[in-house]
């Protein structure tokens, strides 16, 4: 989208909902919209740049008391001095209005926040010792909880005074830019296709309630993908710990932060209220449930929520999501639950195909994925729409064609972009930076752009018309014009990072998964094992050399 087309979004949207001509920086998702993240952080959506915050009103005098002996235990990093002025100091800092966060470690947005709250208040962020009582978090509280809370109801009124909250500042960045923010993206979608009534933002919000969840159930998963980790992924934090102790000769300890994000990730199971709220209060107004993870279709009680909506009659009026890794195959939902609802989206994670596949996807065995998202075809309801989505890294941009060689073997699968067809989504990686496409080689890049260029991306003949056609192949050629950037931001965007430095970054990081796996990754794919100069045996001599 250019800066033309963003306009015009923007004229669509006033046209469809009169409230944004009054105050054109408006945005759905804070008045009906809640995430939980796999840490049990909640946040407004997926692109705030922190966690939604908990004033220190908001905290009771028994959970204060608690951190106040944790303090004495863990806290000698935080905050200087005794008891009582570490309490004073908290109590200054925990104020909504002054949006300031008391960020946990763990939480990777950790240097987006601090930059931005600091550039806002010149003040240093502070680490709340083992529990983060500065976020609500899901593993003592509910959605309720936090969406009625203080920070929302700020955020809200800010939204209803014109305000553009800092919380949100990749939208306004990304619309600076001239690119379609979510922010856009949302409006559009919920002024005209899948409408809304613009009283959202006026009626008193406690009446309306939350509309549409987005649910990372903790890091429950059955599989170490290379491009995840310990956050979103339980085994991924097991293989933390082996490293950290292998490689980095550090002791094992509870206090090790793979097996923090290992407590933090169980959150689901600890908080039967977070699961009372949402049958109690969140189900009578839900239109929209968004399953992620780790894995969601390892969940039981995710199975028990949507069984208990089909009993209740609800299912008709919410449409179910699910970001899946394939490995799965719910039969009773498939037969008997998703069939009752408005719409189910299954997005599968699939990012090459055969012994590449189970490479990059550790503990997933590609015939059993193919055969369940083949079975899913087969025997899916009409309200079921099926999408593969590729997130393109280092390891599969020259293998896409084969990608798309397996879908087209697929049956009744339609590679076309519609809400009523199967769909295959290209998604660019850009965390983590050594998996970038980006850092490849110039003469690399020049063999990946000429396969991708000169392959033939035909659709298959039942899709329609050539526009369709074109999409796609634009589609590919964005990939290849972001691959020649050659530009690798550092998270907290001060500065680009050396290509050279992140090859060999990527080499450290495929060793030490290859070594702890016993997997080699020159067995794999020895084109881009040469590319990236990765010699396992040199590898084990530079990182074990007690052992050569
Ligand atoms: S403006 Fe952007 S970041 Fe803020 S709530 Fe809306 S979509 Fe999320």
């Excluded at 429950?220 to 085994?235: E, F, G, H, M």
């Excluded at 999409?471 to 931001?489: A, D, K, R, S």
Aim: with cysteine; net charge negative.
């Amino acid at each position: 989208m250019n800066y033309q087309e963003l306009r015009e979004a923007e004229r669509r949207i006033k046209r469809e909902a009169p409230i944004f001509k009054e105050i054109p920086t408006l945005c759905y998702l804070p008045f009906m919209h809640i995430e939980a993240t796999t840490t049990g952080e909640c946040k407004q959506c997926c692109m705030a740049t922190s966690a939604i915050m908990r004033d220190y009103s908001e905290i009771d005098t028994e959970e204060l008391l608690e951190l106040l002996d944790e303090i004495d235990h863990d806290g000698r990093d935080w905050l200087p001095g005794e008891k009582s002025e570490a309490l004073l100091k908290l109590k200054d800092y925990m104020q909504v209005d002054k949006l300031m966060a008391l960020p946990d470690t763990s939480n990777l947005s950790v240097k987006l926040v601090k930059r931005d709250v600091e550039r806002e208040f010149n003040i240093p962020l502070l680490r709340v010792g083992e529990k983060d009582i500065g976020h609500w978090n899901l593993a003592d509280n509910t959605l309720t909880d936090a969406f009625l809370g203080k920070f929302m109801h700020k955020l809200r009124d800010d939204f209803r005074n014109g305000k553009k909250p800092i919380n949100c500042s990749r939208c306004w960045d990304e619309e600076d830019a001239g690119i379609n923010s979510k922010r856009i993206s949302f409006a559009e979608h919920f002024s005209h296709n899948d409408t809304i009534p613009d009283t959202i933002f006026t009626d008193p919000i406690t009446e309306k309630g939350i509309q549409y969840i987005d649910l990372k159930l903790g890091n429950l998963c059955n599989l170490k993908c290379r491009i995840c980790d310990s956050k979103s992924s339980s085994k991924w934090a097991q293989e933390d710990i082996d490293s950290l102790i292998i490689f980095d000769g550090i002791a094992k300890t509870k206090t090790m932060a793979p097996y923090r994000r290992l407590k933090l990730g169980n959150w689901p199971n600890e908080n039967k209220n977070f699961w009372n709220d949402i049958s109690e209060n969140v189900l009578p107004n839900l239109k929209y449930l968004e399953f992620t993870g780790g894995e969601p279709l390892l969940i039981q009680e995710h199975f028990d929520l949507i069984q208990q909506i089909v009993d209740d009659d609800l299912a008709k009026n919410i449409h179910l999501s699910y970001n899946t890794n394939g490995t799965q195959l719910p039969t009773h939902a498939i037969e008997n639950l998703w069939p009752q609802f408005k719409t189910v989206r299954l997005s599968f994670s699939i990012d090459d195909v055969g012994k590449r596949y189970e490479y990059q996807r550790y503990g997933a065995n590609w015939d059993n994925v193919h055969n369940n998202i083949t079975y899913m075809l087969n025997n899916k309801s009409d309200n079921v729409y099926m999408e593969i989505t590729t997130t393109v890294n280092i390891f599969n941009i020259m293998n896409l064609p084969d990608i798309h060689d397996w879908l087209r073997t697929l049956p009744n699968f339609i590679l076309e972009h519609s809400p009523n067809m199967s769909y295959w989504y290209i998604n660019l990686l850009h965390t983590p930076e050594y998996l970038n496409i980006c850092l490849l080689p110039d003469y690399a890049k020049t063999n990946i752009e000429h396969r991708l260029t000169n392959y033939n991306w035909l659709l298959p003949s039942h899709t329609t018309g050539y526009g369709l056609q074109n999409q796609f192949n634009h589609n590919i050629l964005n990939v290849v014009e972001f691959m020649n950037t050659n530009v690798i931001i550092e998270p907290d965007a001060s500065h680009n990072i050396d290509t050279t430095v992140l090859r060999a970054k990527a080499r450290e990081k495929i060793f030490k998964h290859d070594y702890l796996r016993k997997e080699n990754f020159q067995d794999i794919d020895p084109w881009l094992a040469s590319v990236l100069q990765y010699d396992y045996k040199e590898m084990v001599k530079q990182w074990l050399p007690k052992t050569t």
